[in-house]
Every structure is written in structure tokens, then in C-alpha cells.
């Protein structure tokens, strides 16, 4: 490992007997931006986000445990967000900082950062969700709908075949069935399909790829046990927090996005019309349009 833990290029650090792996690119403020822990290797945002990001930016990617180019943990059971909220305090404590200046983390990153910030208040100076899922979100049928809505499209009926077969099969068994079902999956996460080539792109130009350990995380979270408490517990949030979230979403509701933006004290949420699961790719002018400013302030 390089002699500064924030030098530019890849780090390692030994914690909870995972070796966790971060990148650091970038010049300017640092932030953090936690990676997906279900699976997927953080290519998809160092590819994705990078590019604008880095400019005034020193920005450390942090994969979670058995994710990417982050160890196996010796128990599967510690696959948990729960968990992985828990990694970033070790994350910090290699850093050797008193707090995490910037916390971002959409989706399933989402959740685990929302959780961090919960857990240790004090220790994240500003957080930014977008996407972001919430454990214990109002309840919706925001899915649900979409499937009603799109079953009969056909740049969505791959992926909702693919979503009811995971479901029935309790997920991928081997690295290429799962990266198969992922390819047919991410038409759904966009609102104009046409640009889920550009997703596509961004995860295969990683050094890794997309891993079916990775998905005992979505069986370890629905387990009563690991589900987090976001939203009852969003007061306990003092970060100044920005809520980025797209209008037209078929995994992370509205409904969660309004309770998380009345829960946290200090928080601003932006819904951007038009755009689905990754409004960055989408509708890149409104979602940097509201992150830079909040990052500048």
C-alpha cells in the first residue's frame, strides 16, 4: 500500500478480517462514495461518475466486503448492509479522520451510507443519497406499478421475466449466469432505455466484474434481523444532506424519497422529472446541477 492512505491509485487495509479495497482519483475536497454491495464492482462508478467527479474532486471509491476487489468475508452471514455500515467506520479509522467530509451512495450505497450517518452522526460532514434504498420505507406499490405499466413494452419484458426468475430461484448461482441476468436487468433501471448501454459500458470497463457472491446480500437484508431502521431513525442524521432522486424510479419509490427528505433534519431532496434509477446518466445537467453546488457550499 502506498505510504498515505489517500494517495492516488488503489489501496488495501485489513479490518474485521476482510481486506477492503478502495481507489482513490482525483484532485480538490475529498469525498467518499461507497460502493453496491450486492454484487457489482465499483467500475460502474468510477467509469460512471469519475469523469466529472474528479475534476474538483479527490474522490476515494470504497468497495464493500466481498464485492469488486474486496475479500470474502470467512461467515456469508456478515453480507448485510448492516454490516457494510459498519466497514465505513473502519474505512474511516484507516483514513485517520475524525469525520467523512463527504458521504455519497446511491441504491443499495445508499443504504448502507444512510445507515452510517444514523450510526455515528458526528462522523459525516455532509451525505448525499440518490436512489437510495430505504429499509423501512412507507409501504407502496411503486414496483409493482411499473410492472403494470411496462409489461407490455418490449424494452422492458426481458428484465421483468428476468426480475420474476430471480425471485423464484432465490438469485444466480454462478459469476455468468448473474451477469447475464444483470445485462438483461438494466433496461429497467432507466426510464429512456436507450442510454442503458451507457451503464453497460461503464460496469464491463472495470478490472472486475459483476459476481454472484455478492447477491447473498439482498437474502441476508430481507431477514428481519438485518433490516435497517431508516427512516424511524433519519433524525438521528446531523449531516447536511442532499436527496437526489428520479421521478420515474422502478426500484426506489417516491413515497421513501418524501419520508427520508421529512426525516433528516438538515436535508434538501431534488426530484428530477423524466429519469429512472441513475438520473446522472439520464439527465447529467440536473443531476450535477444540484451535487456541485451542495459540494462547493
Request: glycine fraction near 10%.
Amino acid at each position: 500500500m502506498s505510504a498515505s492512505p489517500l494517495s492516488q491509485g488503489d489501496h488495501f487495509f485489513e479490518a474485521d478480517g476482510v481486506r477492503f479495497h478502495y481507489l482513490v482519483r482525483g484532485s480538490g475536497p475529498l469525498m467518499i462514495i461507497q460502493s453496491l454491495g450486492w454484487g457489482m464492482p465499483g467500475g460502474y462508478l468510477w467509469n460512471g461518475t469519475g469523469p466529472h467527479l474528479e475534476k474538483k474532486n479527490t474522490v476515494l471509491y470504497f468497495e464493500p466486503r466481498g464485492n469488486g476487489a474486496s475479500s470474502k468475508p470467512a461467515d456469508p452471514s456478515t453480507m448485510s448492509a448492516k454490516t457494510m455500515a459498519e466497514d465505513l467506520e473502519h474505512l474511516r479509522i484507516h483514513l485517520g479522520l475524525d469525520a467523512l467530509p463527504v458521504l455519497m451512495g446511491g441504491s443499495h450505497a445508499g443504504a448502507i451510507s444512510l445507515r452510517y450517518a444514523e450510526r455515528y452522526p458526528s462522523r459525516v460532514a455532509k451525505l448525499v443519497l440518490f436512489a437510495s434504498q430505504v429499509m423501512d420505507s412507507p409501504k407502496n406499490n411503486n414496483t409493482m406499478n411499473w410492472v403494470t405499466k411496462r409489461k407490455d413494452d418490449p424494452a422492458y419484458t426481458p428484465a421483468i421475466a428476468t426480475l420474476v426468475e430471480l425471485k423464484a430461484s432465490g438469485g444466480p448461482k454462478t459469476d455468468e449466469e448473474f451477469q447475464a441476468s444483470l445485462d438483461v436487468l438494466i433496461p429497467w433501471y432507466f426510464s429512456d432505455t436507450t442510454k442503458a448501454d451507457i451503464l453497460r459500458r461503464d460496469v464491463a470497463g472495470g478490472p472486475t466484474l459483476p459476481a454472484a457472491y455478492g447477491f447473498v446480500t439482498n437474502l441476508n437484508d430481507a431477514k428481519d434481523e438485518n433490516k435497517l431502521p431508516h427512516v424511524a431513525e433519519a433524525g438521528s442524521v446531523t449531516a447536511k444532506t442532499l436527496i437526489l432522486w428520479g421521478a420515474e424510479d422502478a426500484m426506489c419509490s417516491l413515497e421513501a424519497a418524501n419520508a427520508l427528505a421529512e426525516g433528516i433534519p438538515d436535508s434538501k431532496l431534488v426530484i428530477i422529472p423524466g429519469v429512472g434509477h441513475f438520473a446522472y446518466i439520464e439527465d447529467p445537467d440536473a443531476f450535477w446541477g444540484e451535487l456541485d453546488p451542495f459540494l462547493e457550499s
